[in-house]
């Protein structure tokens, strides 16, 4: 049976959250919006698997066509992005640095990401737009010092970003990457976020980025130098984590500035972040406007 996909959409002005479903998306939040405002309400209420149960049931409300993917997510509390995160990227860097002892780690705000099918925006302070394709997971359970072994029982869903970054933005200071990462609408999050359901879902999963049909980043999330269990214990030693947050959890090798000469995103280019059990985050690119 393929996996449940409920995603947060735009139709005629109003900004709902359905399932996706053949044929097209189903309206929950017309029928659960009353108890449940957004999806955030609905992981928080540990019901996401009911209502995506609930869909199964029912006939498309809109058409795909019809409707704007916007971030799974709106408004999340926090969104933790991981870096260096695969052995080869670690390795990347070329400083001869040994494998972190600890997860870097950085903040971005809502407003730096946009949806499924919305073109990422190149900024007109740099061209140096980058692609970082990511496995997501969404907390749906609050916790501090949440033990690695419970760890897992902390996540509502999975999803994917891509972790767009203005790279000479990154450099602007001498610890800092918080610029270069927040530049609004840069990144995507999505299409839809895919109800957590065991370990096994996430443990291996393949991940992929392609730049115009020619794949850039592949490889699995088994590779993972801090796994999912250990970043959720180590983010929630210094930090609440509630129902909502999102964490990043790192990209691949073979972001656009590891070619020689870099390979950075430009108007016109399609980018898909593609992984097992979960799908395809696919977004253009425009110039940001005069």
Known sequence: MASSRLATYAIN?????????????????????????TLREVIAAGVLTNIADDAMRRAPDHALEAITFLPPIPQPEKIICIGVNYPD???????????????????RTPRSFVGHNTPLVRPRESHQLDYEGELVIVIGKSG???????????????????????????????????????????????????????????????????????????DRTARLIFGFRYLI???????TLVPGDVIITGTPTGAGA???????????????????GIGVLRNGVVDEKA
């Not at 990227?89 to 903040?107: C, L, Q, T, V």
């Not at 214990?233 to 930090?239: D, E, G, H, P, R």
Request: aromatic fraction near 10%.
């Open 13 to 37: 002005g109003l900004i709902k959250y359905g399932a996706v479903v053949d044929g097209g998306v189903v309206d929950l939040s017309a029928r659960f919006g009353k108890d449940y405002p």
């Open 89 to 107: 990227r670690n390795a990347e860097y070329k400083d001869g640095s040994d494998a972190p002892k600890y997860p870097s780690m950085f903040m």
């Open 144 to 218: 501090r010092h949440i033990a690695e072994s419970a760890a897992l029982d902390h996540i509502a869903a999975i999803t994917l970003c891509n972790e767009g970054t203005i790279r000479d933005w990154v450099r602007h200071a001498k610890f800092n990457v918080t610029q270069g990462k927040n530049f609004d609408s840069t990144g995507s999050l999505g299409p839809w976020i895919v109800p957590y359901t065991n370990e096994a879902q996430i443990a291996d999963i393949r991940l992929a980025t392609r730049v115009n049909g020619e794949t850039r980043q592949d």
């Open 233 to 239: 214990n180590y983010i929630s030693t210094f930090t």
């Open 258 to 276: 590891r070619f020689d000469p870099p390979r950075y995103l430009k108007p016109g280019d399609v980018i898909e972040v593609e992984a097992e």
